[in-house]
């Protein structure tokens, strides 16, 4: 039987192996309930426990701490185990590690150079490592084709869950909704899944790739992706010239990189020490107008901007700025010596402390001149690097890009995405519709043309700045972006142009409403167990003005017209839509018609089970038992929020369609339409 574990680190992960809890996330100065013997009269700054792990995390306020705490611990007796100290030490993927990673779109952070001893996980037994394009692209080994039908089968098993859970949670004497009724004639789904789109571009369609630095399992700096997830202990960096999906332009940087790193006076990031310098690569790269690519070639992508991220606390400026001088002309090198030459619109400096390297978005940025013979004079002129952008096309529209925004990572297959998502939200000149989630106004601005108005809704500052100014590029007028959290501003949007009195649209606030279920659940657990988070701090106001007001692209009188078509098109974060905005959709009776944008398709579920299940006669006083919502899947949570959904005509799914943005890997993007 294998022994407790804790390492001993400052500020960093300890493992506690086979001790078993209910709760998986302890707060700052608490314990779980059955492990507080364990911790009794040892000071800590907090703890962790994922349910069902063998190893625990414990963090120590400093140094001296630590060490006092792991001498305690050291020995101590839990049942009939002892639990054991460790060091954290680097390790490729474990033998038992089953869980497919897109560390593309994950968090990726460097470790330590790794030993010798590696290769044994923490219970003793040999771990077995997988190749990199295995864990970044695990279905490149089967033909495309095969690729589309094996998603098409997840999904169909997915959105089974929407039927059966919305059954479960129809109130007691209401008749079951005809949707369901009839999802028995198309086995059991909620709707017709009428197919999957394919991406016009199988290989090396990122527009996006953030590279980690590291070492690899030769203890080599790499810059590259990692080998496996970070919670079970992977830290091993491997590079990404195998990966299918990954550009070529993003390739070669990430090589160019690392070799400018072998050769640097300042350390690559230890995220277990919480020290060194260089951390993360991105190459965010913009095609030009109505080019098809071939993966192969450079053949239209016409700007790449590079994005560093280091952590400078602790080091000297000048040296600091000397290396960034030896940084820009190494990828001015890198990027003249191939033939054809390598585009390098601009250079980024992003300035983070934490230990992961997602940073927040208010995270100093830096920019690094470049010359104007290989660099975009445009983006010469500004030494600001929140002015810095790249550009990229969609239906014929030019996106300005700033260096953290959000942009599909695949951009000819994102404009299927929208067209779709138009063509089944009906639109027309009298239709108002609302853009949630807009990013840089990417979807909206495409059907800006189809609509009357739009209203874009984004948390991000620096994504609804970018909105503003792709409308004016583009010369759109007829668009709105709010910088606020959509469960803000929904309410009070709602009222503003459609002209419903208050009364007849719930207050946003929903700790003043019947659906008071706690505020964290607002990011609840998938069903993998994975928590994720939708609800960052960030600012309510809207950019130049208030939510009400505010700045705008709208022509004069708009805002006062009355719209008789109200659609929503919602794209949210993996987490999905917060509370508050499922409830502002499902109680207005205006909105008819919903398009549900998902990359995450067990989240879509979650939402449309509060969407689409049934109102109950009347609304049940008290009895709100929301004791253990933090260990429900986001169905059962879903179909919990049901039942305090005040009384309101539900949605009934009508169709879904899935577009691949992401071949070669798990993920694909699910559209359902909602109406009522």
């Given at each position: 039987?294998?022994?407790?574990?804790?390492?001993?680190?400052?500020?960093?992960?300890?493992?506690?192996?086979?001790?078993?809890?209910?709760?998986?996330?302890?707060?700052?100065?608490?314990?779980?309930?059955?492990?507080?013997?364990?911790?009794?009269?040892?000071?800590?700054?907090?703890?962790?426990?994922?349910?069902?792990?063998?190893?625990?995390?414990?963090?120590?306020?400093?140094?001296?701490?630590?060490?006092?705490?792991?001498?305690?611990?050291?020995?101590?007796?839990?049942?009939?185990?002892?639990?054991?100290?460790?060091?954290?030490?680097?390790?490729?993927?474990?033998?038992?590690?089953?869980?497919?990673?897109?560390?593309?779109?994950?968090?990726?952070?460097?470790?330590?150079?790794?030993?010798?001893?590696?290769?044994?996980?923490?219970?003793?037994?040999?771990?077995?490592?997988?190749?990199?394009?295995?864990?970044?692209?695990?279905?490149?080994?089967?033909?495309?084709?095969?690729?589309?039908?094996?998603?098409?089968?997840?999904?169909?098993?997915?959105?089974?869950?929407?039927?059966?859970?919305?059954?479960?949670?129809?109130?007691?004497?209401?008749?079951?909704?005809?949707?369901?009724?009839?999802?028995?004639?198309?086995?059991?789904?909620?709707?017709?899944?009428?197919?999957?789109?394919?991406?016009?571009?199988?290989?090396?369609?990122?527009?996006?790739?953030?590279?980690?630095?590291?070492?690899?399992?030769?203890?080599?700096?790499?810059?590259?992706?990692?080998?496996?997830?970070?919670?079970?202990?992977?830290?091993?960096?491997?590079?990404?010239?195998?990966?299918?999906?990954?550009?070529?332009?993003?390739?070669?940087?990430?090589?160019?990189?690392?070799?400018?790193?072998?050769?640097?006076?300042?350390?690559?990031?230890?995220?277990?020490?919480?020290?060194?310098?260089?951390?993360?690569?991105?190459?965010?790269?913009?095609?030009?107008?109505?080019?098809?690519?071939?993966?192969?070639?450079?053949?239209?992508?016409?700007?790449?901007?590079?994005?560093?991220?280091?952590?400078?606390?602790?080091?000297?400026?000048?040296?600091?700025?000397?290396?960034?001088?030896?940084?820009?002309?190494?990828?001015?090198?890198?990027?003249?010596?191939?033939?054809?030459?390598?585009?390098?619109?601009?250079?980024?400096?992003?300035?983070?402390?934490g230990i992961s390297n997602v940073a927040p978005s208010d995270a100093p940025l830096h920019y690094l001149p470049i010359p104007k013979a290989v660099g975009d004079p445009e983006m010469d002129k500004s030494n600001n690097a929140m002015d810095v952008r790249i550009h990229d096309y969609i239906s014929n529209l030019r996106f300005s890009i700033s260096p953290t925004a959000f942009f599909q990572v695949n951009t000819l297959a994102a404009e299927k995405l929208y067209s779709l998502a138009g063509d089944w939200a009906c639109l027309g000149p009298d239709t108002l519709l609302f853009d949630i989630c807009c990013g840089t106004g990417t979807i909206g601005l495409t059907l800006a043309h189809r609509v009357g108005m739009v209203i874009g809704i984004?948390?991000?500052?620096?994504?609804?700045?970018?909105?503003?100014?792709?409308?004016?590029?583009?010369?759109?007028?007829?668009?709105?972006?709010?910088?606020?959290?959509?469960?803000?501003?929904?309410?009070?949007?709602?009222?503003?142009?459609?002209?419903?009195?208050?009364?007849?649209?719930?207050?946003?606030?929903?700790?003043?409403?019947?659906?008071?279920?706690?505020?964290?659940?607002?990011?609840?657990?998938?069903?993998?167990?994975?928590?994720?988070?939708?609800?960052?701090?960030?600012?309510?106001?809207?950019?130049?003005?208030?939510?009400?007001?505010?700045?705008?692209?709208?022509?004069?009188?708009?805002?006062?017209?009355?719209?008789?078509?109200?659609?929503?098109?919602?794209?949210?974060?993996?987490?999905?839509?917060?509370?508050?905005?499922?409830?502002?959709?499902?109680?207005?009776?205006?909105?008819?018609?919903?398009?549900?944008?998902?990359?995450?398709?067990?989240?879509?579920?979650?939402?449309?089970?509060?969407?689409?299940?049934?109102?109950?006669?009347?609304?049940?006083?008290?009895?709100?038992?929301?004791?253990?919502?933090?260990?429900?899947?986001?169905?059962?949570?879903?179909?919990?929020?049901?039942?305090?959904?005040?009384?309101?005509?539900?949605?009934?799914?009508?169709?879904?369609?899935?577009?691949?943005?992401?071949?070669?890997?798990?993920?694909?993007?699910?559209?359902?339409?909602?109406?009522?």
């Amino acid at each position: 039987m294998a022994e407790p574990l804790l390492n001993t680190e400052l500020s960093s992960s300890k493992t506690l192996d086979p001790i078993d809890t209910h709760d998986s996330t302890f707060e700052p100065h608490q314990t779980p309930p059955q492990d507080a013997q364990i911790y009794e009269g040892i000071p800590f700054k907090h703890a962790k426990k994922k349910k069902g792990m063998m190893v625990g995390f414990v963090t120590f306020e400093d140094e001296e701490q630590m060490k006092s705490s792991s001498k305690d611990l050291e020995g101590k007796s839990i049942g009939n185990k002892r639990l054991k100290v460790a060091d954290v030490i680097p390790r490729p993927l474990e033998k038992k590690c089953n869980s497919e990673v897109s560390a593309l779109d994950k968090e990726n952070s460097g470790g330590d150079v790794p030993s010798n001893d590696d290769n044994v996980a923490v219970d003793g037994s040999v771990s077995k490592t997988r190749s990199l394009r295995d864990v970044v692209t695990p279905l490149a080994h089967m033909a495309y084709a095969d690729q589309l039908e094996q998603k098409k089968s997840s999904l169909m098993q997915i959105l089974k869950r929407l039927t059966r859970n919305a059954r479960k949670a129809c109130p007691t004497g209401v008749p079951l909704p005809e949707w369901i009724l009839k999802s028995r004639e198309i086995g059991g789904l909620p709707c017709k899944l009428e197919g999957i789109i394919a991406s016009p571009i199988v290989n090396g369609y990122r527009n996006k790739c953030e590279f980690s630095v590291g070492y690899s399992l030769e203890g080599k700096v790499t810059v590259g992706f990692m080998l496996g997830n970070f919670r079970e202990g992977v830290t091993a960096v491997e590079e990404a010239v195998n990966c299918p999906n990954v550009s070529p332009i993003a390739c070669k940087y990430a090589t160019i990189f690392q070799e400018f790193l072998q050769h640097s006076d300042l350390p690559v990031w230890n995220r277990f020490k919480n020290t060194g310098f260089w951390r993360q690569l991105t190459v965010r790269e913009g095609r030009t107008n109505g080019n098809v690519i071939d993966a192969d070639t450079f053949g239209g992508i016409a700007e790449t901007m590079l994005i560093v991220q280091v952590s400078s606390a602790s080091f000297d400026d000048a040296q600091v700025a000397a290396e960034f001088k030896r940084l820009a002309q190494a990828f001015i090198a890198g990027a003249t010596s191939h033939c054809p030459s390598l585009p390098l619109s601009a250079l980024v400096v992003q300035d983070h402390q934490g230990i992961s390297n997602v940073a927040p978005s208010d995270a100093p940025l830096h920019y690094l001149p470049i010359p104007k013979a290989v660099g975009d004079p445009e983006m010469d002129k500004s030494n600001n690097a929140m002015d810095v952008r790249i550009h990229d096309y969609i239906s014929n529209l030019r996106f300005s890009i700033s260096p953290t925004a959000f942009f599909q990572v695949n951009t000819l297959a994102a404009e299927k995405l929208y067209s779709l998502a138009g063509d089944w939200a009906c639109l027309g000149p009298d239709t108002l519709l609302f853009d949630i989630c807009c990013g840089t106004g990417t979807i909206g601005l495409t059907l800006a043309h189809r609509v009357g108005m739009v209203i874009g809704i984004e948390m991000n500052a620096s994504a609804v700045s970018d909105a503003h100014r792709n409308a004016e590029i583009n010369g759109i007028k007829n668009c709105r972006f709010i910088c606020s959290k959509a469960e803000d501003v929904m309410g009070s949007l709602l009222r503003e142009y459609l002209n419903v009195p208050k009364e007849q649209v719930d207050d946003p606030n929903i700790s003043e409403s019947g659906y008071d279920i706690s505020e964290d659940s607002a990011c609840p657990k998938p069903e993998n167990g994975e928590m994720t988070s939708h609800c960052p701090e960030n600012n309510n106001a809207e950019v130049g003005g208030d939510a009400q007001k505010g700045s705008s692209s709208e022509n004069g009188n708009t805002s006062k017209q009355q719209f008789k078509n109200v659609v929503a098109i919602v794209d949210p974060p993996r987490a999905g839509l917060h509370p508050t905005v499922i409830k502002a959709l499902r109680t207005h009776p205006r909105l008819r018609r919903l398009v549900y944008i998902s990359c995450n398709p067990e989240t879509l579920v979650a939402n449309a089970i509060e969407l689409c299940t049934p109102s109950p006669i009347t609304m049940e006083k008290g009895n709100k038992d929301n004791r253990g919502w933090r260990n429900m899947s986001s169905a059962g949570l879903a179909r919990h929020r049901a039942k305090s959904m005040p009384i309101s005509e539900a949605f009934q799914p009508i169709k879904a369609m899935a577009v691949d943005l992401f071949p070669h890997t798990q993920h694909c993007e699910l559209v359902m339409l909602l109406e009522r």
